[in-house]
């Protein structure tokens, strides 16, 4: 999760709101120009995100809290936040597409979806069985089943239009 995402400007009132909360565990005395300087440095980064850092930070340390702390914290947070997410199921429009149109297509989905996740979101998984089969069935079949499933899906679609 490297570059920041620019969605998120953190205010000067968020900023000092994080300060805040630092100051409540380590004595420091935020001031104006603090917060400006912390904004600045936190930008691009969820304020959420940055207090769960903090809190995070001091749990498990005494170190003296700077901005890149909090970054890089934020950093892994979100990418904890991904990693134990299942797998979300690519959406049946993008099984028509091919080549660079796919590509793109998925491209553009994956980022989104990384995104929502790492932002907290739980991102509900769409229905796996297309097919009614049994167990054994779909076992046997391996990576067929998926196709079966993603066929019978678009048709279902088609039936719909």
């Known amino acids: 999760m490297g570059a920041p995402d620019w969605r998120w400007i953190v205010k000067r009132s968020e900023a000092a709101a994080l300060l805040t909360l630092v100051a409540s565990f380590d004595n420091r005395k935020p001031d104006e120009a603090a917060a400006m300087a912390w904004a600045d440095a936190l930008d691009g980064l969820r304020p959420q995100d940055c207090a769960e850092a903090i809190r995070q930070h001091f749990r498990e340390s005494r170190e003296w809290l700077m901005p890149v702390d909090v970054r890089r914290r934020v950093g892994k947070i979100r990418a904890e ?34 995104q929502r996740i790492a932002d907290g979101e739980v991102i509900e998984q769409r229905e796996p069985l297309a097919i009614s089969m049994p167990d054994y069935a779909r076992k046997a079949l391996g990576p067929l ?17």
């Open 81 to 114: 936040r991904v990693a134990r997410h299942v797998p979300v199921t690519p959406p049946v429009e993008l099984d028509v597409l091919e080549g660079e149109a796919f590509d793109r297509a998925y491209l553009a989905w994956h980022r989104g979806i990384t």
């Open 145 to 161: 089943a998926v196709v079966l499933d993603k066929a019978a899906l678009v048709a279902e679609n088609q039936e719909e239009a």
